[in-house]
């Protein structure tokens, strides 16, 4: 899910972790939802705190180290791999999709690797078809433990018409994310998850972090998430990720966010030459896989959002270093209208 999100940046005093506190205890408080966790890092110093309680049940509180879906902010990952194919040479950002994946767009698609990335391909978005079982805007118990495979999901996003003509608009869409893993698969001959673990999460220590395929456990500890159903409010831990494969299944830690997102911004992934192909934004802030945020006192700060059954992330770093992870598992209050801008200005003001 892309979230927008306007902040404010100013590379000033460190973070204040009490009220960092204050302010995600407040969240809790207004019944906005039952967990929330933040880590902010700074030139290798660590802020992490957590409010709120794992679950319902026993009231235990919320742990700061805690496992979470992190939903489209595996978008980044999937990104990151595709742009290391192509500085090895093995596929190319304005290459026609069909050349490399004969068949699964309709014959003689124009659509290129770039559009996949920056969601100006057109291609409808099958998680909001609104059919029922396919939709990652919906709870639906019985149908979050069905297994889906990534032609499945793109056969659900060809069976509507596209948005408009590739390059000529823009529109986030999950389908885009599905083509870009089964292009990694074409091309490496492997699961994409595989080259996710071997060329991100293995060389930079993330051991917390997953890509979950078709288990529907999340690891422990982590906040149970909860999404109304039918008038109520149900548990939605357990659920089956394959509904979004490389367009958001995977699962994280703040430590281990901020990790990839230091690494990634920081030129350790991928050529300054890519990097700065990657942050090239168009008009609606969203560059190869990465979300641009703009900053009232100048600049832009760079990320992702995520948004799974009962999980909301952001995945922030500015050009100063500093990086912001948030964790939410919203409940049955509405999210005050300050909030995020509180937390941000705590951070990063």
């Given amino acids: 899910m892309f979230l927008a999100l306007t902040l404010a940046l100013s590379t000033l005093a460190p973070v204040d972790g009490d009220a960092l506190r204050d302010q995600l205890d407040a969240v809790v408080k207004a019944k906005a939802a039952t967990a929330v966790l933040a880590l902010v890092r700074d030139e290798g110093r660590d802020v992490s705190v957590a409010a709120g309680v794992r679950d319902l049940g026993s009231k235990a509180p919320a742990d700061e180290r805690g496992h979470f879906r992190i939903g489209s902010v595996t978008k980044t990952f999937v990104a990151t791999v595709l742009l290391q ?6 596929i190319g950002l304005d290459d026609k999709v ?4 004969p068949g699964a767009l309709p014959a003689g698609s124009p659509i290129t690797v770039r559009q996949v990335l920056d969601h100006t391909s057109g291609l409808f978005d099958y998680a909001g078809a609104g059919i029922p ?8 118990p019985k149908e979050s433990l069905y ?5 499945e999901l793109l ?3 060809r069976s509507k018409p596209p948005y408009f003509q590739p390059g000529t608009g823009w529109r986030y869409s999950n389908t885009n994310y599905i083509v870009a893993a089964m292009l ?8 994409y998850a595989a080259e996710i673990e071997d060329r991100i999460l293995r060389p930079l220590g993330m051991r917390r972090t997953h890509v979950p395929g078709h288990d529907t456990e999340m690891p422990r500890p982590h906040a149970r998430g909860y999404e109304p159903y039918r008038g109520r409010m149900v548990d939605a831990t357990r659920a089956n990720p394959s509904l979004e494969h490389g367009a958001g299944e995977m699962i994280s830690t703040t430590a281990d966010l901020a990790t990839f997102l230091d690494a990634l911004l920081g030129g350790k992934l991928i050529s300054a030459t890519t990097l700065k192909q990657m942050r090239t934004v168009n008009a609606s802030d969203y560059g190869l896989g990465l979300q641009a945020f703009p900053l009232p006192c100048g600049g832009k700060a760079y990320g992702h959002s995520g948004r799974w059954f009962g ?5 922030i770093r500015s050009d100063a270093g500093k990086t912001l992870i948030v964790s939410a598992n919203p409940y049955t209050g509405q999210m005050p209208a300050d909030a995020m801008p509180k937390l941000l200005k705590t951070v990063f003001c």
């Fill in 85 to 90: 194919l192509v500085e090895e040479g093995r």
């Fill in 98 to 101: 069909d050349a490399h994946l």
């Fill in 133 to 140: 079982g396919w939709s990652v805007r919906d709870y639906r």
């Fill in 147 to 151: 297994d889906q495979t990534p032609e």
């Fill in 155 to 157: 056969a659900v996003g």
């Fill in 184 to 191: 990694i698969e074409k091309k490496t001959g492997r699961p």
């Fill in 311 to 315: 999980y909301l992330t952001y995945a």
